[in-house]
């Protein structure tokens, strides 16, 4: 055997220990570099979007969490119901909320957006009831309207001698004699709101239905039924508002000739600065948006992704937390902000639909 050979033989023993090394450590990094994206995907802050009516009363309950676990406060976004599920829906991982405040129930083409992005388990838990109201500051003109009467106020066109037109009425005065002689302007949620979604569903729709050439088309085209009532005017008379309650209530404020459409929960945390307008004859209260008297009544809802309680460590305990009796009861925190507790019956099945998180 040469020297040559003997050397490109302790050569290639030589390269081999080193190879091995390098695929070692190289298996080393590796394996590091996957624990350290797993750490990086946890997150300790929950993430909810959603609802402009939910967003004070999740944020209470957020404030109460952190404060009586230890563990950090949810970051609570006010997107809208529709914008809500849209990052919802997104996708699973810790870029994606892990809750959906709703002001409605979620739709058929969100639910297939969601499973399309792999978001295939989710958990719906009713939290209480809110009504959508009509509303003033306290120096407002007092008045009622029927559901008629506000399709007439707000709608972009109005059937006038059997056509539709463009919507005429310049002050409320010209709907009905009886109303206040003020210039209509409303004040209301944008496309992305729940609240607008149900305005349209339980007052506009049903005011567009006193007129029989309309009704007859919610059963042959209810796409024309539904935009002939719901598609709002622009010149003016009704502002889109956003998502942010608290600027309306200072504009109403500000503006005593004006109203505006908003969740209950707004006029029940500020009965001193502000009065409800009447409905059909009925007032917004407690017991009439249980009872469903009330037209425009509501349910209100929690979306979570159960995939998440892996994510974020405190879901399951915030989820808890929301669904006690000190939180949504009849006595809990969220009735003291304008909730409008569950029966007991619907008490028992949100404790029902929220059991899978206790103890994650």
Known sequence: MTGRTICRIITGY??????????????????????????AM?????RIVGSSTIFPLTTKVAEHFAKTTGAPAPVVESTGSGGGFKLFCGGIGAEFPDIVDASRPITGSETAICAANSVRDISEIKIGYDGIVMLGSREAPGMELTARQLY????????????????????????????????????????TSGTRDLMGQLLLDQ?????????????????????????LREDGAYIEAGENDRLVISKLEKDPTSYGVMGFNNLERNRERLQGVPINGIEPD??????????????LYLYVKDDHQQLVQSLGDFISTYVSEAVIGEEGLLADNGLVPLTNEERAETMTSAAKFAGN
Not at 19 to 37: E, F
Not at 42 to 46: L, M, N, V
């Open 152 to 191: 007439l106020a707000l709608a972009r066109t109005v059937p006038v001698k059997g056509a539709s037109v463009p919507n005429p009425h310049e002050k409320w005065s010209d709907i009905d004699p009886s109303l206040p002689d003020l210039k209509i302007r409303v004040y209301g949620p944008p496309p």
């Open 14 to 39: 030589v390269l081999g220990d080193e190879m091995r090394r390098t695929l070692a450590l190289a298996t080393l990094a590796a394996s590091m570099a996957l624990l350290t994206s797993h750490a």
């Open 42 to 46: 946890a997150r300790d802050q929950i």
């Open 207 to 231: 005011g567009c239905a006193t007129f029989s050439d309309i009704a007859s088309l919610e059963a042959t085209d209810p796409d024309s039924f539904r935009l002939l009532c719901r598609t």
């Open 286 to 299: 407690y017991e009439t948006i249980l009872d469903g008297s009330y037209p425009a009544s509501r349910a």
